[in-house]
């Protein structure tokens, strides 16, 4: 514990530097107005914003990504609770009891309460990440190609049978991502593969240019669509405010735990904030002795899922940099701007770039604490930016992500291929398939698919050697259990019943 708290303060004196302290403070505020606006998201603004930050330093680069992240957390719950609009999916469990208690004109109380609870989520993941993350990367760094492969696989089961989302429709997203990746060079013959004749295709299709189309545009076609009636509840948070609901907050200690160990579970595994934030909320409910309070103003009903949200936001972070397996949306793309940088996530980053590594998780601290007190203060301006006709945003919005599709590479292509991508994004939400299995596979493909030859050239081309080696055994096995859960959990339920 010595070493990692000695490490942490050599991360601390990284982050402290002028520059890094600017770019904390400037990702904190977009971050937070990127979580306020409906229509863009943690993982829209950081995909917007890839392209600015290849210019820069690769810590600072990744501290504004990964700030834009914690500051999205944040101010998703602003127009949750005071226009019940969710600025971001994982805020929509916040509109449940926090609007009400806003509309029976306790605004302040309410909002004290989402930013307390954010901050206790953000300290607890982030504690978990400074202890753990290094523990984990120890044990990773053992893991050959066939244990890579296998967590891997291990990843996209989890999507499968733990995403909440349609099982098939996942599977048929994650393939779809893979399809998308293998595009281009086949990595080990060298041969084009898919490129059908076109010189345009051989180098596959940009990662930061899909990104870009189908979380930036596909969610601003949608809002398009849907149009957006804003009427919100004006507030200003005062000292009374925030002693009051300093004193509420402690007197629901079981809704903090409870969202703070759902949040940061819901992180290590790929599901994020979102299926963290209804969980907690759906768990609370369920063990409290009022729940009739629940959906009128319940304090727990705010404190559970924010908590939950910002814990899960943090601890997915530790799964990314340690075993190069991103726990959320968001946290996917972050890694693609670790990778454009030349840092390779995995267990070896540990060691290879320890000022980075503990430079990010120093940055983490200073981000979630500094941004509890930024959205407290300022939580009124943020609020009236949602004011602000979406008309006039959205035509800016599409010319930032035309511009960062064309600065990737300097080809109009590019636009074009974010144009279809947007399109795609925004049909693959109509239909309501997952988007993140699909940007995982689009990430992850070319890396499994390395591991897997990998594994077969040291197995002679037996399957088998992802079955005998002691690591890789647990690993595949606990993935075929869960991609085939959504079919056994039913099983299970039926025998258990007719055994009762």
């Known amino acids: 514990m010595m070493e990692d708290l000695n ?38 603004g950081v995909a917007i914003l890839i392209p600015v930050v290849v210019t820069m330093p690769a810590t600072a680069g990744v501290i504004l990504l990964s700030m834009i992240y914690w500051g999205a957390l944040y101010g998703g719950s ?22 009400p208690m806003a509309k029976g004109g306790r605004p302040g109380k309410a909002l004290v309460l989402a930013f307390l609870a954010h901050g206790a989520g953000a300290i607890f993941g982030v504690v978990i990440l400074t202890f753990f993350a290094p523990i984990l990367a120890e044990f990773a760094l053992k893991f050959g190609p066939a244990e890579v492969f296998a967590v891997m696989m291990l990843t996209f089961s989890a999507f499968v049978g733990l995403g909440g989302k349609s099982p098939l429709k996942t ?27 076109t010189v345009v295709l051989m180098g ?16 601003i076609f949608l809002t398009v669509e849907e149009g957006l009636k804003v009427e919100g509840i004006s507030t200003r948070i005062g000292l009374k405010d925030i002693w009051e609901g300093m004193k509420e907050f402690i007197r629901y200690p079981k809704a903090i735990i409870m969202g703070m160990l759902i ?13 963290a934030s209804f969980m907690a909320y759906g768990f609370c409910k369920q063990s409290s002795a009022n729940a009739d309070e629940f959906g009128k103003g319940a304090p727990a009903g705010i404190i559970a899922p924010e908590a939950a949200a910002h814990a899960a936001g943090t601890s997915a972070a530790i799964p990314m940099i340690t075993l190069g397996i991103p726990g959320s949306p968001t946290m996917a793309v972050i890694m693609g701007g670790l990778m454009i940088f030349g840092l390779q996530p995995g267990p070896m980053l540990f060691k290879e770039h320890a ?16 941004g509890f007190f930024l959205v407290l203060a300022f939580a009124p301006i943020f609020a009236s930016i949602l004011r602000v006709k979406f008309a006039i945003f959205m035509p800016l919005i599409i010319y930032v992500c035309a511009i960062g599709a064309y600065a990737v590479n300097n080809r109009m ?56 080696l002691p690591l890789a055994l647990p690993l595949m096995v606990a993935a075929i259990i869960i991609f085939f859960w959504p079919v056994i959990a039913p099983l299970k339920a039926r025998l258990f019943g007719k055994k009762a």
């Open 413 to 468: 292509i590019d636009v074009y291929y974010m144009l279809i991508f947007g399109v795609l994004g925004y049909l693959f939400k109509k239909l309501d398939y997952p988007i993140a299995p699909m940007v995982l596979a689009l990430v992850l493909g070319d890396m499994a698919e390395q591991a897997m030859r990998q594994a077969l050239i040291i197995g002679h081309g037996s399957p088998l050697v992802f079955f005998t």
């Open 204 to 219: 596959g299709f940009n990662f930061i240019v899909a990104v870009i189309g189908l979380f930036g545009l596909g969610e």
């Open 355 to 370: 000022d980075f590594v503990w430079g990010f998780i120093a940055s983490s601290w200073m981000g979630n604490i500094l």
């Open 171 to 197: 599977v048929v997203a994650i393939l779809f991502g893979f399809i998308l990746a293998a595009v281009g060079m086949d990595i080990v013959s060298g041969q084009l593969r898919m490129t059908y004749g």
């Open 7 to 44: 490490n942490l303060m050599m991360g601390f004196s990284v982050v402290t530097q002028p520059y890094n302290l600017m770019i904390i403070v400037v990702g904190l505020i977009l971050g937070i107005i990127v979580g306020v606006l409906p229509g863009l998201g943690g993982a829209n």
């Open 78 to 99: 602003i127009t949750s609770i005071l226009f019940n609009i969710p600025g971001e999916p994982w805020a929509v469990a916040a509109t449940f009891d926090g609007y």
């Open 263 to 275: 949040g940061c579970w819901m992180g290590f595994k790929p599901g994020g904030a979102t299926p």
